[in-house]
Every structure is written in C-alpha cells, then in structure tokens.
C-alpha cells in the first residue's frame, strides 16, 4: 500500500539548489488496511513524510511506493489521479469559506463528474455520520472547531480514498473533540481505509494503541 525504501529528501534552498537533508534513509512498509501513527518532534520531518504519501512531493533519492505505483516511475500527468485516491487532512482546515458546509463536501464529487443524486445520496449519509445533520447550509466559520475539523474529514472520505493521511488533524481542538475526531478516522480505517496519523500529542496514540513510527532528525528512531 506504502512502501518507503531508502527515502532521503532535501528541500531547495533559495537559489534552486538542495539543501539539507530533512529526511534521510528512510525505510518501512505500510500494509492496506492499516493504521498508523507518525510520532517525533516539531521539525522531526512528519509533514514531509506525508507530503511524500500524498504524492505532492518526490523523494531526493530512494523510492516512494504508493498504492502500488512506485513515484520515480509515475508520470507527472497520472499524479493528479493517483492523488484523488488519497484523502488528506491538514493542520489547518483548509475548508473554503465562501461555500456552505454542504459544498465544502460535495466539492470532491462535483469535480469527478459524480451525478446529484448521487452527490445528495452520499452526503445525506456523511453528514449523518459526523454529526452535522441540520447544519449543511452553515459556512465554516457558523462552526466550531471540532465540527469545521469533522466536515475536513468528511471532504477527505466523501471520494472513499484508499488511503487517509492526518496531518495533527487534532492538535487545536480540545480533548473530547479530539476523541471524537480520532474515532471517525478509527472508524474509516475499521471499514477497510489505510491511515496514517500525524501527532506530537502522546495522549492520542496511548488511547488508540497501534503501531507508531517516531521520526527524529529525519530518521526513524522506533518502529512498533
Ligand atoms: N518547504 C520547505 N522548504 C525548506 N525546508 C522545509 C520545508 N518544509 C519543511 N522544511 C524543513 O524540514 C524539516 C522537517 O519539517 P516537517 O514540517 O516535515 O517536520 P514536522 O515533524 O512535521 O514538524 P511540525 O510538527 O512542527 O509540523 C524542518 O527542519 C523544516 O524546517
């Protein structure tokens, strides 16, 4: 599902060229189904793991593998769909503001051609389940941050990716909205979606045990 072999990525400095490495030798393999926490430090090089799982980015040296296409092969022009399979969601919520909770969801849909009915089918369904039934016509800011942080994931499953990447999907809301966030991606996962989960909190993985790897410096340190 993921395989990371070897991964070694530097980012360019200002003039074009690489600067240092910010991930290094970076070895592991994801299998479908799973889930998984990505544990380090602030700096440590989650988000770069994860933009390298999300295909937004190639490695410097080394092969990223995911769902079963290896990046140094892939073709810039079948990025874009290999990038609708893997739903993400990020630090920030990213949601668009001027478009109605309603929209923000059904965005992904329209976009693949997908039919209305359907469209109205579907969302009826996720609204359902992250438990914003009767506020579909709100805009984000009419919500709270838990509920903002609900719709976000909403948007990232509405496609039924095979894979879910969480970038701290948790790290501003409180305790309870943090459980209740952590058990819909629980939930995606119970029902057959690969995920990986972002976190510097060490509460989240005590509370979901699974396996977690913890970067340091760019390396994995602890795979378990
Ligand atoms: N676009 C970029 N250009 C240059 N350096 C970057 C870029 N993005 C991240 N870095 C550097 O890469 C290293 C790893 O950053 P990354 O964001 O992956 O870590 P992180 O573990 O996700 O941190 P945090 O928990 O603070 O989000 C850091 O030293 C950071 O400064």
């Not at 793991?49 to 937004?56: D, H, I």
């Not at 903002?148 to 909205?177: F, K």
């Not at 996962?189 to 976190?199: F, I, P």
Request: proline fraction near 6%; avoid cysteine.
């Amino acid at each position: 599902m993921v395989r990371f072999s070897r991964v070694a990525l530097a980012y360019p400095d200002p003039r074009g060229r690489p600067g240092p490495a910010v991930l290094r030798d970076l070895s592991f393999t994801l299998g479908e189904g799973s889930f998984t926490w990505l544990l380090g430090p602030s700096g440590a090089g989650k988000t770069s793991v994860l933009r390298l799982m999300q295909a937004a980015l190639r490695p410097t040296e080394g092969e990223v593998e995911l769902l079963g296409i290896p990046l140094s092969r892939a073709r810039r022009r079948d990025l874009p769909a290999l990038r609708r399979r893997i739903g993400t969601v990020h630090q920030e919520f990213r949601l668009l503001s001027h478009l109605t909770a309603w929209d923000n969801v059904a965005l992904p849909l329209r976009l693949a051609g997908v039919a209305e009915s359907t469209v109205r089918a579907d969302l009826a369904e996720l609204f359902d389940w992250i438990g914003l039934a009767g506020k579909e016509e709100r805009r984000p800011e009419e919500l709270s941050g838990g509920e903002q942080q609900r719709l976000v994931i909403a948007r990232a499953v509405v496609t039924r990716p095979a894979l879910l990447v969480a970038d701290e999907p948790t790290s501003d809301l409180d305790a309870r909205q943090a459980r209740r966030t952590l058990a819909l991606l629980s939930e995606m996962n119970r029902q057959g979606t690969t995920v990986v989960v972002a976190t510097h909190s060490e509460d989240l993985p005590a509370r979901y045990p699974a396996r977690a790897l913890a970067l340091e410096g760019g390396r994995l340190v602890a795979d378990g």
